[in-house]
């Protein structure tokens, strides 16, 4: 990062930031107002979690990103927008998950998360099933998954684990107009693939 966006971002990161050890999140508290908090994982450069944010100013934002410097673009426009709803952390999501309270979150988002395409590397892919039930234990009933990926095979097999969490229903939806179009999406489209949203829902009652 550029010395100008390293200092800025060391200012103001302590007050946008959340770290990932602790106690559990007080989340009505970190979003004052908002109607449900969306934990938006892996957001890279942060163009797609800044669109979503502008666009849905009622609804909480948690974003987590390892790479620092998508993560100092966030807490710029959190400083520069004078949002309250929107927090980020450069924990590693399953560092985090702990303080995430159970039935908390309205919902996830995976947006084109990292392919790892070769046969050893697939067992790093994040939508898998030890994952997948963490983060169904923190949604809130109704609550929803939203992986985009433009890597077929992953596709399939993130639906097929998707599927497979009983607590969850859902499948393949067109395109929503509404997901922003990021780098990653476009250099795919660029490469010729073919993007595939899946949606799924928490069909059970109460939190974990
Ligand atoms: C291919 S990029 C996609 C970025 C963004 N969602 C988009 O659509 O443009 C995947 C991102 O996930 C981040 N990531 C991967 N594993 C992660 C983890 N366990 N916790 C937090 N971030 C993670 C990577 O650093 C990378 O920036």
């Given at each position: 990062?550029?010395?100008?966006?390293?200092?800025?971002?060391?200012?103001?990161?302590?007050?946008?930031t959340?770290?990932?050890?602790?106690?559990?999140?007080d989340?009505?508290?970190?979003?004052?107002?908002?109607?449900?908090?969306?934990?938006?994982?892996?957001?890279?450069?942060?163009?797609?979690?800044?669109?979503?944010?502008?666009?849905?100013?009622?609804q909480?934002?948690?974003?987590v990103?390892?790479h620092?410097?998508?993560v100092?673009r966030?807490?710029?426009?959190?400083?520069?927008?004078?949002?309250?709803h929107?927090?980020?952390?450069?924990?590693d999501?399953?560092?985090?998950?702990p303080?995430?309270?159970p039935?908390s979150?309205?919902?996830v988002?995976?947006?084109?998360?990292?392919?790892?395409?070769?046969q050893r590397?697939?067992?790093r892919?994040?939508?898998?099933?030890?994952v997948?039930?963490?983060?169904?234990?923190r949604?809130?009933?109704?609550?929803f998954?939203?992986?985009?990926?433009?890597?077929?095979?992953?596709?399939?097999?993130?639906?097929?684990?998707?599927?497979?969490?009983?607590r969850?229903a859902?499948?393949?939806?067109?395109?929503?107009?509404?997901?922003?179009?990021?780098?990653?999406?476009?250099?795919?489209?660029?490469?010729?693939r073919?993007?595939?949203?899946?949606?799924?829902?928490?069909?059970?009652?109460a939190?974990?």
């Amino acid at each position: 990062m550029a010395p100008a966006r390293t200092a800025a971002f060391e200012r103001d990161a302590p007050a946008w930031t959340v770290e990932e050890g602790g106690p559990p999140l007080d989340l009505a508290a970190l979003f004052p107002g908002c109607d449900g908090v969306v934990l938006d994982i892996g957001f890279g450069g942060g163009e797609g979690l800044i669109a979503m944010a502008a666009a849905q100013p009622g609804q909480g934002i948690l974003g987590v990103e390892v790479h620092t410097p998508g993560v100092a673009r966030v807490v710029e426009a959190i400083v520069t927008e004078g949002w309250r709803h929107v927090r980020v952390s450069t924990a590693d999501v399953l560092d985090l998950l702990p303080r995430v309270p159970p039935g908390s979150l309205a919902g996830v988002r995976i947006w084109f998360p990292d392919p790892w395409l070769k046969q050893r590397q697939r067992h790093r892919r994040l939508v898998r099933p030890d994952v997948v039930t963490r983060l169904v234990d923190r949604l809130r009933p109704g609550g929803f998954v939203h992986v985009a990926t433009d890597i077929a095979d992953y596709a399939s097999e993130a639906e097929g684990v998707l599927a497979g969490e009983g607590r969850l229903a859902g499948g393949v939806i067109p395109r929503p107009e509404w997901r922003p179009l990021t780098r990653f999406e476009q250099r795919g489209l660029e490469a010729g693939r073919t993007p595939v949203d899946l949606w799924f829902t928490r069909q059970d009652g109460a939190g974990a």
